[in-house]
């Protein structure tokens, strides 16, 4: 059974930093891409960031690009550093995960991923 558990976030102020991290758990696919997405009360979800299996392909949405990283380590733990925040940086924040190669479009849509963890909140006060 796949797991998808996220976990830091946290409340900082406006232009502080907080970093997120996704334990993935019972999948086997040796190709697939990583996503966050965000989601804020009311709206629909955000993609923000995605990377490759292979960790050497990295995609940014504008508006978080130049101030969020995502990486990954060897045990396939997939990180989100944030920094520069800003309050519209608020929301629970997911990570997603597909079982393609490839993406299908750009920017990714939350239909593109199939399986998905439970969420961390991010509060940004300004």
């Known amino acids: 059974q796949v797991q998808l558990v996220e976990s830091g976030g946290g409340s900082v102020q406006a232009g502080g930093s907080l970093s997120v991290a996704c334990v993935g758990s019972g999948f086997s696919y040796t190709q697939y891409w990583t996503a966050w997405f965000r989601q804020a009360p009311g709206q629909d979800f955000e993609w923000v960031s995605g990377?490759?299996?292979?960790?050497?392909?990295t995609i940014y949405a504008d508006s978080v690009k130049g101030r969020f990283t995502i990486s990954q380590d060897n045990a396939k733990t997939v990180y989100l550093k944030m920094d520069s925040l800003k309050p519209e940086d608020t929301a629970r924040y997911y990570c997603?995960?597909?079982?393609?190669?490839?993406?299908?479009?750009?920017?990714?849509?939350?239909?593109?991923?199939?399986?998905w963890g439970r969420g961390t909140q991010v509060t940004v006060s300004s």
């Open positions: 990377i490759n299996s292979d960790g050497d392909m």
């Open positions: 997603a995960v597909n079982r393609e190669r490839l993406l299908p479009r750009f920017p990714p849509e939350s239909s593109d991923f199939i399986y």
